[in-house]
């Protein structure tokens, strides 16, 4: 048992409120009951409220730990990078569903919202990692709600919350300047609107796989194409590879964001175009 002796009883109160009074912030309840009485799947809005929660209350932990006299300090509280392997054995209740969800979470694009994420989350590995940490290391508090009194409450909710973390830097533009292209997305329908105009845009790139990025429409393109990740340094260029005057480059790429810069051939130009990115 790693139990945090010195903890804060407020902190536990709060938790344990925050769990106990569903749809009663007032009383210090998650706002969103998760399971409403005709609710079959969590409700809208809590897996998001889940991730947000926790992740102030961790932020509460670090700075009450950071306060403390250094021989007070808790030791053993270093959120975990990944899944520990004693927690993915069958003895613990690892099965193939929850192996498939932990690669899910290799690639955040596999999420289309933050509270998807948190729904995904709470319901399944969440619950596992409580569970399985429990019973393998013999730590009964872990699975009653003065869980935070167990350090590895904190080395687990930690990584959920570094799941959370990647989750919001996948899907913050890496730069506002650039517009999103989503892979197999809708055409992005556009125009230059001035003479000179240099039309920029980003797709992110989930896994090494063969794509075309191609525009249509009357006007003459060309279509310079970034290094992944890197803004500044050219890969490919096209002019009249698609239908027409249209560019197109169609090329391996890894994975990692790629950038593309659009103008007409004719700087003085203005009209529209549609551009894409398909496998
Ligand atoms: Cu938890």
């Known amino acids: ?21 569903p749809g009663n912030p007032s009383g210090g309840g998650r706002a969103i009951n998760p399971w409403p009485p005709t609710g079959r799947s969590p409700a809208l809005g809590s897996g998001e409220e889940f991730l947000n929660w926790h992740n102030g209350f961790i932020d509460r932990f670090r700075n009450w730990v950071a306060d403390l006299p250094e021989a007070q300090r808790p030791t053993g509280t270093e959120p975990w990078t990944e899944i520990p392997g004693m927690l993915k054995m069958s003895m613990v209740g690892w099965n193939s569903n929850l192996a498939a969800e932990d690669r899910q ?3 955040m694009t596999n999420f289309e919202t933050l509270d998807e994420l948190g729904r995904f989350l709470e319901w399944s590995l969440h619950g596992h990692l409580h569970s399985s940490a429990s019973q393998v290391w013999g730590d009964t ?6 869980s ?10 930690g990584l959920i919350d570094q799941w959370r973390q990647s989750f919001v830097d996948r899907n913050a533009p890496v730069d506002s300047r650039f ?9 992005t329908q556009a125009r230059v609107g001035e003479p000179f105009e240099i039309d920029r845009y980003q797709f992110h790139v989930p896994n090494t796989t063969n794509l075309t990025i191609e525009t249509t429409g009357p006007s003459d393109t060309v279509l310079y194409l970034s290094q992944v990740d890197n803004p500044n340094v050219l890969l490919d260029v096209n002019d009249d590879g698609g239908q027409g005057f249209n560019s197109r480059i169609s090329r391996s790429f890894r994975s990692g964001t790629y950038y593309c810069y659009l103008v007409f051939y004719d700087r003085g130009d203005i009209g529209t175009y549609g551009i894409s990115v398909r496998s």
């Open 141 to 146: 508090i872990l699975m009653s709600f003065r």
């Open 1 to 21: 048992m790693a139990e945090i002796n010195n903890f804060p009883e407020e902190m536990l109160t709060e938790h344990e409120h925050w769990h106990m009074r």
């Open 179 to 187: 517009s999103v292209l989503n892979i197999n997305g809708e055409e």
């Open 148 to 157: 935070p009194k167990s350090t590895y409450f904190w080395q687990l909710h």
């Open 105 to 107: 979470l290799q690639d």
